[in-house]
């Protein structure tokens, strides 16, 4: 594993392109894009306003970037570094900007949610969808590409399209049985449409594609209600965090609930296995003062860390939420599940420093990590079963079933990763900074070998010798 | 209150019952003492009058039949007598009753004072029960208060939470309302946001593009027709049934494994029940186990292939009658398994017993030979430690000890040698390119003459002189500093660098070195080492470069 040189960057604006093989960053006005494997750059842009939001065509070969106080949103090619493309959205305003799932089209969301304007780079040609709503996830797209579902408010009332992105001809149209809804998800094998409400009720809805309902869940009443929802890959699963610190995961053949995950301040499950990250800050000898210079040399003045296994039963450090404020810190606000379906990680808002790891085979609780800083991004690698996280320190944090380890970034100055995200080979992570990115590449699947450089392990079993 | 009163009353009773019993001694020990001091009861005169008065106490004694009569002024004694032996006995007997009297009193007193302290100790606990009764009462009186209080408060907050709800329910429908009617002006200022700006044709709203893009499948695009609605119906309802159809198939797959567990538990089933059959013991089983059979037979493999409702329910059924017999047979193994275990666990206990003290002998005398063993060792190991003593192995230790030493020094020995001869070679090398060198600056000293000479002689018309004379100055450059080198050296010491010869003494192998390479071609060489420990390349350099007499002066001022 290596780190590369450290490259600029603005509005945590930096993508890998879904072929992987580039890597575009915007700095300010320019979009700057890098071949991923040499860091060369490939094509320089420069935009008219500073850049607030980017994207890839899903065939790589575009670039979006959408310059919202202006209204404005420009198309880049790859293939053709000269073509351009200018879309301005007018005095109407601009709030989010996105590519269909062709790559061909450019949907606009204008402000005040006044409608959905969908440009056509084949044809030039302007549709407009009136009535989005303005909510948490108000548009998702099929994992095909094939149909796009879009929340509307009318009349008082919830109500969902369903567009075949195509030729943006209407399917389906129906009212939603929800009272205020908060977002819509399709299921990655393209046919159910979850739907949820906000958080003042707790209901859960599941459309066909044709606009069925095929069942509606709700856990509990009269107490704050859904905050994440999230697909198993295999659409096996529906997990659903709320606010009462549970998960829910429903079956996609009944849609009824098969078991809930709690999250206990006290943990007593014995096959749970506690990660506690301790800070230590490395002592420097007379005498090895010298050899630290030449090797460890920033990270001198830095805290090291690592992973030590809790005693159980362990306890969670717990916040408690202040409960005149809206939005209360507590309850699930993330979840994601592993690439072969086999893990789920969530985070307890009221435990922010933890992040729990389920396993869905046994549907038992397998891991918790417990940070010394609050977890800010967790991300699964797309291929293989191993988790990367951080929590705004130099450090960006790995789990995998083997074991668990901490990694400083070896940069000048502090590097505070914010955020990460893999590359979709899942060799090479991107963090993320305030203004800066850094590569981490080559990193081995298996950490027992790579924890020779970076650390210690911790194995599994080693709780149990 | 009854009790107390009683007692009381037997309190006030007593002082005058023991006043009375002291009044009675009294009375009865008066006559005694006044019996001896009156002597004069009876005197000559009045014997008639006292024979008189005795007889009358006699008589009221009630003593009838004696009586005494006097005769002429004397007594007979024998009616005397017998009087005297009456009224002792009468005495002895009233003494008597009078003795048990006094100790029935002492025991009443004794009684009495025991009833009085009861009395007392159950006063005070009466006293301390009713002080407790009406804590109680108190007690019982707050709480009852608190009770009503508490339950006031109970009314009065369910009246709040009453009305909390219902301002609540007022609150949410007014809210839901007001949030509808925003919204509703809302939209209908969107739409007019939208009609204005529609109306408006708003100048800026376009896109600019170069030149027009295929599409990503690289077909063209299509006409939104009828035929396409239907199209895209069609491909939804594809879309649909081929999730359908593949679910459908995953759980065909799941229930055929299903199946086949059944199938297996069926068999293993029928296999732990049949050899049940041989034994006489129980006919119900057997019977069970041949229905079993014939149900499982032939039907089973139907209802398993069969999938209709009718095949189900067969299947459940006979599926739940097995189970129910293997049930009731496993009870009953159970109850007699556990009957024959609490016969025979005494005796099994009595062995295991046996056997676990057989085990724990043996593996003491496992453990004591351990023991013995690991202490050989240790003495062992002692004596071979303690054993220095003798000078032979101390020796052969020593021996070991500085062979091993000589064994490092040879190694260093060599490393130092071939450190050495790669020196060696080094300085060959240097001292060949020095005398290169050497050779060079000569035959360039020599060119630089000539041509000095030749230049000279073109200028001057004395030519023949002017040779020979450059030739005397050359070799008076040389001389020159050899001279200055004898007469310096106390200024060149006070300079920071060291001394030419305090150079020498460091390293006299490159100073001799240079001082003969550089005296032999070229006395500015030798110039050059006392500017003292320049490293040899600027030396090299110096060497190479300094030619002029200008040079080399400016050159010693340097360190200076």
């Known amino acids: ?465 | 209150f009854p009790n107390p009163l009683s007692s009381i009353s037997g309190i006030s009773m007593s002082p005058s019952r023991q006043n009375l019993h002291h009044s009675l001694h009294s009375t009865m020990a008066l006559p005694k003492t006044s019996y001896s001091v009156l002597s004069a009861f009876c005197t000559e005169e009045n014997i008639s009058q006292c024979i008189a008065y005795i007889n009358q106490e006699v008589c009221s004694l009630g003593l009838t039949g004696v009586s005494l009569e006097s005769k002429s002024g004397s007594l007979s004694a024998v009616p005397v007598l017998n009087l005297l032996y009456e009224v002792l006995q009468l005495q002895r007997r009233a003494q008597r009753a009078l003795h048990e009297l006094e100790t029935q009193q002492l025991k009443n007193g004794s009684d009495l004072e025991h009833l009085q302290h009861s009395n007392c100790r159950l006063k005070d606990q009466l006293e301390h029960t009713r002080r407790d009764n009406s804590g109680l009462h108190e007690g019982e009186r707050q709480l009852q208060l608190k009770i009503k209080t508490l339950q006031n408060w109970l009314k009065s907050e369910k009246e709040e939470v009453q009305k909390l709800q219902s301002i609540i329910s007022s609150r949410a429908t007014q809210y839901n309302h007001d949030t509808k009617r925003k919204e509703r002006e809302c939209t209908k200022l969107k739409e007019r946001l939208n009609q204005l700006l529609m109306d408006k044709r708003d100048k800026k709203l376009s896109i600019e593009i170069s030149n027009h893009v295929g599409r990503s499948d690289g077909k063209r695009g299509l006409w939104k027709t009828g035929k396409m609605e239907a199209r895209h119906e069609g491909e939804m309802y594809k879309a649909l049934l081929s999730d359908y159809e593949t679910r459908q198939r995953s759980l065909m797959m799941e229930n055929s494994e299903l199946k086949k567990v059944l199938q297996h538990m069926k068999k293993d089933m029928i296999t732990i029940l049949s050899p049940k059959k041989p034994e006489p013991a129980n006919d119900s089983l057997e019977q069970a186990v041949s229905e079993c059979e014939e149900e499982i037979g032939d039907p089973s493999r139907e209802t398993l292939e069969q999938s209709c409702e009718q095949a189900r329910e067969q299947l459940t059924n006979s599926i739940r009658l097995q189970w129910r017999k293997l049930k009731s047979h496993m009870e009953r193994l159970d109850s007699q398994a556990s009957l024959v275990a609490s016969q025979e666990r005494e005796g099994e206990e009595m062995m295991s017993r046996k056997e676990h003290e057989e085990e724990m002998q043996r593996m003491r005398m496992e453990l004591q030979q351990c023991k013995e063993f690991i202490h050989m060792q240790q003495q062992l190991l002692q004596q071979q430690l303690s054993s220095p003593c003798d000078e032979e192995t101390a020796a052969l230790l020593n021996d070991c000890y500085t062979l091993e030493e000589k064994e490092r020094l040879k190694e260093e020995w060599r490393l130092f040698n071939e450190q050495k001869r790669n020196f060696e070679r080094e300085r060959k090398n240097f001292t060949e390119a020095a005398i290169r060198l050497g050779h060079e600056r000569k035959a360039f000293e020599e060119d630089r003459a000539a041509w000095l000479k030749t230049q000279f002689l073109n200028m001057t018309p004395f030519v023949d002189r002017k040779r020979s004379a450059l030739s005397d100055s050359a070799l008076s450059v040389g001389t020159e500093p050899e001279a200055k080198l004898q007469s310096t050296p106390p200024l060149v010491t006070k300079s920071l660098f060291s001394t030419p010869k305090a150079a020498s003494v460091k390293m006299p192998s490159t100073a001799d070195l240079y001082r003969t390479l550089h005296l032999i071609p070229d006395s500015r060489g030798h110039g050059k080492c006392q500017s003292g420990e320049m490293s040899t390349k600027s030396r090299l350099r110096n060497c190479s470069t300094d030619c002029s007499v200008l040079s080399f002066v400016r050159d010693e001022n340097s360190p200076i």
């Open chain 1, 1 to 465: 594993m290596n780190f590369s040189e450290v490259f600029k960057q603005s509005n945590q604006l930096c993508k890998v392109s879904p072929d992987g093989k580039y890597l575009a960053t915007c700095v300010q006005y320019r979009l700057v894009v890098r071949d991923f494997n040499s860091l060369q750059i490939a094509h320089l842009y420069t935009c008219l306003d500073p850049v607030m939001h980017m994207e890839w065509s899903s065939d790589s070969l575009f670039i979006l970037c959408a310059m919202y106080k202006r209204g404005l949103v420009q198309v880049w090619s790859l293939e053709q570094p000269d073509w351009h493309c200018k879309i301005d959205e007018g005095s109407i305003g601009l709030v989010s900007s996105r590519w269909s799932p062709d790559g061909r089209h450019v949907l606009n969301t204008t402000e005040f949610n006044l409608r959905v304007t969908v440009w056509s780079l084949c044809t030039k040609a302007v549709s407009y969808i009136k009535y989005p709503k303005a909510c948490q996830k108000g548009v998702d797209f099929t994992a095909d590409g094939r149909y796009m579902a879009l929340a509307e408010r009318r009349e008082c009332k919830d109500y969902i399209s369903v567009f075949v992105c195509d030729d943006w001809h209407l399917l389906r149209h129906f009212e939603s049985e929800t009272q205020d809804l908060a977002g819509l998800e399709w299921s990655p094998n393209c046919c159910v449409l979850a739907v949820w409400d906000n958080c003042l009720e707790y209901k859960l809805l599941l459309y066909s594609l044709d606009g069925r309902l095929l069942s509606s869940y709700s856990a509990y009443e009269w107490s704050l209600g859904i905050k994440s929802v999230a697909w198993s890959p295999s659409s096996q699963f529906l997990a659903v965090g709320s606010y009462d610190e549970k998960v829910r995961i429903l079956n996609h053949i009944t849609w009824k609930k098969i078991t809930e995950f709690e999250h206990p301040a006290t943990i007593i499950n014995t096959k749970a296995v506690v990660f506690k990250e301790v800070e230590k800050r490395p002592v420097v000898g007379s005498e090895d003062l010298s050899i630290h210079q030449l090797t460890v040399d920033n990270s001198l003045f830095s805290t090291q860390s690592k992973y030590e296994i809790t005693q159980l039963p362990a306890q969670v450090p717990v916040i408690k939420p202040d409960p005149d404020r809206a939005n209360p810190k507590i309850g699930i606000s993330a979840l994601a599940f592993s690439a072969d379906n086999r893990f789920l990680a969530t985070k307890n808002d009221n435990m922010p420093q933890s992040l729990w790891v389920w396993d869905m085979q046994r549907l038992s609780l397998l891991a918790v990590l417990e940070q010394t800083a609050p977890v800010r991004c967790f991300v699964w690698d797309p291929r293989r079963p191993r988790l990367a996280l951080c929590t705004g320190n130099t450090k960006v944090y790995l789990w995998s079933p083997a074991g668990c380890v901490s990694v400083n970034v070896p940069v000048e100055g502090s590097f505070q990763v914010l955020s990460l995200f893999w590359h979709c080979s899942g060799s090479s992570l991107v963090l993320l900074s305030k203004e800066h990115i850094c590569l981490l590449k080559y990193i081995l699947y298996n950490v027992s070998l790579s924890c020779h450089l970076i650390g210690i392990l911790f194995r599994r079993h080693a709780v149990f010798l």
